[in-house]
């Protein structure tokens, strides 16, 4: 008769806790997010939403032998089974998740034992009132800890979303910056051609004739190109517009390309990058001194000759004007640039 009595009692508190299950069971589930930007999040709310069906859709612990220890015996069963599930659908990976499943068994099987120690002290004449209170303690405890189950695994999706997305981030600027670097002319290889043009022009118009006549030249024959743009002895024209103007905008080409790729690309060029964008800039500033001397020299030149010869020396006058304004030019934006 207590055998039976306590039979019917197991089989109140089955009964009571599936049906129990089974109603609250879509209370549980995670919704997915819209867009692709959600991907890694959706993944695992998936994975969450497999786990809660499974879990709870399998009554394999209702088939274990009624003892006296049913309660012991079924807080261990439906921890192994919810265990089984994580590990399969990939839910283990989050510790907080895990403890919270383990100290709710924990808890529930040390209840349970006490229940079967009354049980065996008291015999199951008084068991009724200890299976249900253990039901309603289990029950409620339960429901918890799917709640707080269910909070925990959003708020990792959420954390690991944001760190995929980061990375993929990073990953994609760094890919871009490199497709920059192939396509908008980060390598120094030009710098190297423009400095090896730059010498050979230097070089070829430096160069003396071969046929010196030792008895009488003119000394303005004697010298180089360099050397008679230096006196000012080149036309106006060609020093303004050829050398001062055309010249200049050309030579800082390079830099406007650099200046324009920003502080941080400057800081990240290699030491043979920034030894050769220092000469280049060396090379910027003595060919500014020689164009601008040069052109101030032709102007006077100019000035003076068209007074003796009583015309217009306008365009001398406006040669240092504009020679003035280029030189303040520059230095505001040095200035600017290293204040």
Not at 177 to 197: C, G, R, T
Not at 258 to 286: E, F, K, P, R, V
Request: include cysteine.
């Amino acid at each position: 008769m207590k055998k039976k009595l306590f039979n019917v009692l197991i089989f109140y508190f089955i009964l009571n806790f599936f049906n129990l299950v089974n109603a609250e069971h879509e209370k549980y589930y995670l919704q997915e997010l819209p867009g692709n930007e959600n991907l890694i999040y959706n993944e695992l709310i998936k994975k969450y939403n497999k786990w809660n069906d499974e879990s709870e859709g399998d009554y394999s612990c209702t088939n274990i032998a009624v003892t006296i220890t049913y309660l012991v015996d079924f807080a261990d069963c439906q921890y192994r089974k919810t265990s089984k599930y994580m590990k399969r659908n990939g839910l283990n990976v989050s510790q907080e998740f895990l403890d919270a499943e383990y100290d709710f068994y924990k808890d529930m099987r040390a209840k349970a034992l006490l229940v079967a120690k009354r049980m065996n002290n008291y015999g199951s004449k008084n068991s009724k009132i200890d299976i249900k209170n253990w039901l309603d303690n289990y029950t409620e405890e339960f429901i918890k800890k799917k709640f707080y189950q269910r909070d925990v695994w959003k708020e990792y999706a959420i954390k690991e979303q944001k760190y995929v997305t980061k990375i993929t981030e990073d990953k994609l600027n760094e890919i871009v910056k490199k497709k920059e670097a192939e396509n908008n002319y980060k390598d120094y290889w030009w710098i190297v051609v423009l400095l090896a043009l730059g010498t050979f022009l230097l070089y070829t118009m430096t160069v003396k004739k071969p046929k010196i006549n030792l008895i009488k030249k003119k000394k303005s024959k004697l010298k180089g190109r360099i050397a008679k743009y230096w006196a000012g002895e080149e036309s106006l024209a060609f020093s303004f517009w050829g050398v001062s103007t055309i010249g200049v905008i050309v030579f800082q080409i390079p830099n406007y390309i650099l200046i324009s790729m920003g502080d941080a690309y400057i800081d990240n060029l290699s030491d043979i990058s920034l030894l050769i964008y220092a000469l280049y800039i060396i090379s910027l500033i003595i060919y500014l001194v020689i164009a601008y001397v040069g052109c101030w020299r032709s102007a006077t030149r100019y000035i003076k000759e068209n007074l003796k010869k009583k015309k217009s020396a306008f365009w001398g006058y406006t040669s240092y004007f504009l020679i003035v304004l280029s030189v303040i030019r520059m230095f505001g934006q040095f200035l600017s640039e290293i204040v």
